[in-house]
């Protein structure tokens, strides 16, 4: 069964900090993954997805198939990086998503 | 830009109740999904829809029901309210092209009573 876990509920970093949040999933087979964001009060958007390889407000996501991961990362967060984080995987042609608990950032000046 | 509405923000039914949610998206998608958000769980699919009046069970159906009788709108029924369905109700569609993303509606926030 496909599953998707997001080990931290909260992480709060200082302003200038790296942050990292972690995202393992567990699938036999290619593995379609991405991240959402959901700012206070907005709707859930799509922050990145692997297979396009960019760099959307500064954070980056490699997939790492040997250890079934796809960690996303920041070198120095910003406040308005605060926000609740999911990491999805996607897994058929419906463009159906199993979506992980989320993590919830708090970034502090 | 692509638009996913939902008829309500915010909603307040008593238990026995028999409650619609309505979404309708303009950018003419074959798929339409609906999920629930709880914390600590993330959102999990109830229902999906890849046509009109054709609809597949997401993880956890229970309790619902939906209807496609137009392209750009999927309805979530809950047939009997229970207050173990308040909830954040989330809707989002996606074509059926390629490897779109799926665009999400504001949601609706649910109280059972």
């Known amino acids: 069964a496909q599953r998707v876990t997001q080990p931290e509920k909260l992480l709060s970093v200082f302003k200038g900090a790296p942050v990292e949040l972690k995202c393992n999933y567990s699938?036999?087979?290619?593995?379609?993954l991405f991240w959402y964001v959901q700012y206070s009060r907005q709707r859930l958007q799509l922050l990145l997805r692997?297979?396009s390889r960019e760099s959307i407000k500064g954070f980056t996501a490699d997939l790492n198939k040997g250890e079934t991961s796809f960690h996303l990362k920041k070198p120095f967060a910003q406040e308005e990086d605060s926000a609740m984080y999911y990491c999805?995987?996607?897994?058929?042609?419906?463009?159906?998503?199993?979506f992980g608990a989320g993590t919830q950032v708090v970034v502090t000046p | 830009d692509v638009k996913v509405t939902q008829s309500s923000r915010y909603l307040v039914k008593r238990t026995g109740e028999k409650v619609f949610l309505e979404c309708v998206q303009d950018?003419?998608?074959?798929?339409m999904f609906w999920y629930r958000q709880d914390p600590g769980l993330g959102l999990r699919l109830i229902y999906f829809?890849?046509?009109?009046?054709?609809?597949e069970k997401g993880d956890i159906p229970e309790g619902y029901s939906v209807s496609r009788e137009k392209k750009e709108r999927f309805s979530l029924i809950l047939e009997s309210a229970s207050t173990n369905q308040t909830s954040m109700y989330l809707c989002?569609?996606?074509?059926?092209?390629?490897?779109?993303?799926?665009?999400f509606g504001p949601g609706t926030r649910l109280t059972v009573l």
């Open positions: 989002a569609s996606r074509s059926a092209e390629g490897t779109d993303t799926q665009y």
């Open positions: 699938y036999s087979g290619s593995p379609e």
């Open positions: 692997h297979i």
């Open positions: 999805a995987l996607g897994t058929d042609s419906w463009g159906k998503l199993q």
């Open positions: 950018m003419d998608h074959e798929n």
């Open positions: 829809s890849y046509d009109v009046k054709m609809k």
